[in-house]
Each structure stands twice: as C-alpha cells, then as structure tokens.
C-alpha cells in the first residue's frame, strides 16, 4: 500500500469514526488558553464553533482566526457567571444551527489562601467560578440536546485537585470535585437518551495567563526543570493541546459508549499519588537521604 493510499484509509477512518462533521458546540471560556485550544481544535473536526468568553481581546483575536479558517462562528464577549449572557448565547445557537451536540464547560480559576483566612463573598466566588456555571450551562444545553434528538456530549474540564487533597485551595478543590460528582450522577440520568456527560482533569499544563508573561525559569518555580522532572513522571509539562486532544475524544463518536468518567491528561501525576522522581534518587514517597541530610546536617562552623 502507498503512502498517499494509506493516508487516505485512514483519513477515512477518522472522519467515519469520529462522527463531528457538522455537529454544533457550545464552548464556555473558549477564547483563550485551555479555551482556544478546544475551539480551534473543534472547528479543525468541521464541528460549528459557538462560543464565550470575558476577555474581549481574546474574543477579537479568536474571532478573525476562525474568519481566517473560512470557519462560520459565534463568539460572544461575556460572562459565562451571568443568565442573561447564557441566554444570549444558546438563543444565538438556536436561531444559527438548530441544533446543539457538544457543550465543553471550560470556565475557572481559583487563588491560593488558608481556608480561614477566607471570607463568604470569597467562598461565593469561588464556588461560582468552578461549579455554579457548569450548572447554568448544561441545564441549557440538556434541552437543546433533547430537542434535536442526536444525543449528545457534555465535557466538564475540572482539576486533579478535585480527586487529591489541595491545601490552601480547599473551596475550589471542593467545588471541582463537586463537578466530577454532578458529572457521574448526571451521566446516569442521561444515559438512556444518549447525552453523555465526562470530565476531563488536567494538572500542570500552563497558559499564559497562568504563568504570567514574560515568566522565565528563574521567576515562576513552575517551570524549573528540576520540579518537572521531580512532580511529573513523564518528566514535562501539559499543553493546552494533550488537554485539548481529550476533549476532541470525548466529544467524537470514538468515545460514544464512555459515560460518567474523568480522563486525566497529567503526565502520570494523579497516578504517582505522593511519590516524586528525585534527582539521583528516584522515586519515592519519602524524602530522599540526600535532602533530609541537607536539613539534619549541622550548620558548618
């Protein structure tokens, strides 16, 4: 078999099996980071690309990207915390395609701080941030979905915080794992219909709103080699694509009889539970004796 011959086979095989070809999607947070990843990866499936976001230049430059792909497009700037601008948006997808089959809750966002140092407006916005939209989003969608009779797929994108414990960070932890948990039950209940509802959790995989521009090695602890090599067992950081490349599988038709379930595109890390890959050590879930002879050692004379 050629090459040209074995590309075709398999561009056919892909684009049987994966079944996005003119499906509808609703991405919430989709103008940026994690967000456009998921967005230009979809309209790449030839999957109608609805989407919104609070960061108007983000919403602009994402906007003429897709015009540049010739991919037809609603982008909205809002906020995905409001009805209103909920509303907007689904009434937009309705009036456009008539039709909804994929929704992806991408939205976010959390800041470090000990639990009782919080207050209840913080409380609020966090729980806001990371579960009460994911709520308001897919009880639009459910309907859209029902109404068009094609099933469906939900994807939630929470955290590895949400299924490990995350000092410092427990309202948000909280309110992800919340997500899995409405995401499980949810995928139940809908299951007969064939509306799908999955998760996706990445851990480190860094944008740069996370990082903050301009971050090097020596200003954001994150990117020093030496922690990545020690936190994540497939020794580097995510991108938005390996979170991205989830997302496509769970919204294809490659995943069709998956329900219920989180994938965690991590590098390995919620797996490792605890044990790190210490330089000249290995790994182990213990600090190695070369570091604890850095603490124990008494200081030089």
Request: no cysteine; proline share 5%.
């Amino acid at each position: 078999m050629s090459e040209v011959d074995a590309e075709d086979r398999s561009g056919r095989w892909w684009l049987d099996r994966s079944d996005l070809i003119g499906k509808t999607a609703i991405i919430t947070g989709g103008a940026g980071g994690l967000g456009e990843a998921i967005t230009l990866d979809l309209a790449s499936n030839g999957v109608n690309i609805a989407l919104i976001d609070r960061d108007e230049a983000a919403t602009k430059r994402i906007s003429k990207e897709l015009i540049s792909r010739g991919v037809e497009a609603i982008v909205h700037t809002g906020d995905v915390r409001k009805s209103d601008d909920l509303d907007a948006l689904f009434e937009a997808v309705a009036d456009k395609w008539k039709r909804l089959d994929i929704l992806v809750n991408v939205v976010g966002g959390t800041f470090k701080g000990a639990f009782t140092e919080q207050s209840e407006r913080a409380w609020d916005a966090l729980i806001r941030t990371n579960l009460t939209h994911v709520l308001q989003a897919t009880s639009r969608a459910v309907p859209a979905m029902r109404a068009g009779g094609r099933a469906g797929s939900i994807i939630n994108i929470t955290t590895i915080e949400g299924y490990r414990a995350a000092p410092n960070f427990a309202v948000y932890s909280a309110a992800k794992a919340a997500v899995a948990q409405f995401a499980r039950s949810l995928a139940i209940e809908l299951a007969p219909e064939g509306i799908r509802v999955n998760n996706v959790a990445p851990d480190l995989a860094p944008t740069p709103n996370m990082l903050g521009i301009g971050s090097t090695e020596a200003s954001h602890p994150m990117l020093n080699p030496i922690n990545i090599r020690t936190s994540i067992p497939m020794g580097r950081l995510g991108t938005p694509s390996d979170i991205s490349n989830a997302v496509i599988f769970l919204a294809s038709g490659l995943s069709s009889y998956m329900t219920g379930m989180t994938l965690h595109p991590d590098g390995g890390t919620f797996a490792s539970a605890g044990w790190l890959n210490w330089p000249d050590e290995g790994f182990s879930n213990i600090l190695p004796s070369s570091v604890l002879q850095h603490y124990t050692s008494p200081p030089p004379s």
